[in-house]
């Protein structure tokens, strides 16, 4: 997608065939942070995942003003299965956008592109990669800015920032979930697809992502991996870079021995990780701090939960909270008393 | 270019007709470094940019084995001027291979493409993104390698690390120079275009370039940037991480004030930069460290240049050289006592 894109609502979201309801993960972030952009579910025979949500046909979801038609899973070797085309294809034509996180480029399929042109629709690709981003220049932006990082992937850094972003709009205060990530772009309707941009332009994406706002807006960045992962440190940093946080969230997941697919990577103390990205961040802004530990305690029983949260607080003397289990106050306490 | 295309040499560098020499810079930079490359330049009326080596017909050319017809130039734009064309067409019918560090996609040409098909030769673009390069594993290869890292932009890795190439192989070592920018391909023949490559495979493409390698075999791998530069610092650490340096060089400018093209960047010292690239490469590989200077002293008059080498080597307690004025034997003998 080019950069500012912005994804339609209500989204219709399909869900094809797909046999494990795992595969619907894209679908089933977007029902749970924005129930209201959600007309509802389109499945074929055979599916068996469920949204729990409104079953609707192309002509009722026309009726109710539906703006996107949302491939909303993944499936085997990320392209279009040959049984899901003709529904795919009504759907264009019934006049929705077609928005798609599969790695298969729609624009190269010719059939969809020349349906896409006749009905005046877009096909807009979360994983495109956009190749109009600027070069970063490091200059300072006027606004607050809050970024998710991590001890690792998969930790809980897209929940986090939403939750964060959730809270601080129930108290009344200015904030904006800015996304990197598929899912991400899709619950908040637009972003940068981080792991598509050609990295010399990464930092500059980020730059963009966020721009300058008045003194009291907070942009709340969804975080990607770690600076400390080997695989993706360096994404990360230029995340980091770009971001120019005032403030981070360290979220770790409990329980976790080593990096995820990297047993020769065993996981280090919070601190290490708290001050690599501190460090890290604070080319760009120098006040950077981490100033709340978010712990995802799922693995843990609750007496084990609390016992976690506290003992992250001694180590790095910040509070920690697991947000699905304790939601964000401590966090959104901090930021309305910055 | 695809991971592991091999450029075959001889090459016929063509300079267009351009006005300013330093547009060949990269066709100059072969010349310097791989002399026995080059077979000859080819150059259209009004050019005036001159390599100093034999001036060829295309007809020529082939009668010497060239094997490839290399524009050398950068562009206005980046795309091929039309007074370009023919000329180019007819290297293509003659039999030679196409390589271009131009931005414009010889591949979407569909004139190129077609005449290029039918003359059995390869469109290589030094700037194209491949994309199928793995993500990074982290994993420990066998092999020493070395990697140049520096302050900045252009401060002279490419040139030290082909220096230190160059005197290991004299002395009888094993040694391999590796390639992430256009010009370092160009000369050896191979590489990863790094500021082309989608940055979550950025690290992995770098354990691709360096692969095992036996115990006494050092890889000089190219350095780009810096990691605390706020443009491309990502870019620096994704290479660090994944060259799992043994040993780096730090290269500097004397007389740089603030960082290329960013004057709220103002230059630290070169401690920490040194300690910013350890720190970042020991996540990788804990022995990483720095183990000389490489100091660009071009900007200074003989007497300053050997107290600008003296007090860095003061600062930083290794060895301080300038390639271009005293050579790297200080870094050669570190890594033949390794």
Known sequence: MKPGTKILSPYLLFLGDIDDPSDAK?????????????????????????????????????????????????????????????????????????????????????????????????????????????????????GRRLLTVGTDCAVGKMFTALAIERELQQRGMAATFRATGQIGILISGGGVPLDAVISDFNAGAIETLSPPAPDDHWDIIEGQASVLNPSYGGVTLSLVHGSQPDAMVLCHEAGRLHLDGLPDYPMQSLKVYAEAHEQAARLTNPK????????????????????????????????????????????ADILQRW
């Open 26 to 142: 894209l679908a089933s972030g977007v029902v749970y942070w924005r129930p209201q952009m959600c007309a509802g579910q389109f499945r074929l025979p055979g599916c068996r995942a469920d949204l729990g949500i409104a079953e609707l046909s192309l002509a009722d979801a026309k009726a109710m003003g539906v703006r996107s038609f949302v491939i909303g899973t993944a499936t085997r070797g990320g392209t279009i299965p040959d049984a899901w085309r003709t529904t795919i294809i009504r759907a264009l034509e019934t006049g929705f956008d077609l928005v798609s996180g599969l790695h298969e480029r729609l624009s190269r399929d010719p059939e969809l592109h020349d349906v896409a042109a006749r009905s005046g629709v877009r096909l807009i690709e979360l994983r495109d990669a956009p190749r109009d981003y600027p070069v970063a220049t490091g200059a300072r932006r006027s």
């Open 288 to 331: 950077a701090r981490v100033i709340a530990v978010s712990l995802n305690t799922r693995q843990l029983a609750e007496t084990d939960a609390r016992l976690a949260c506290e003992l992250a607080e001694a180590e790095l003397g910040v509070p920690c909270t697991d947000p699905v289990r304790y939601g964000v106050e401590p966090i």
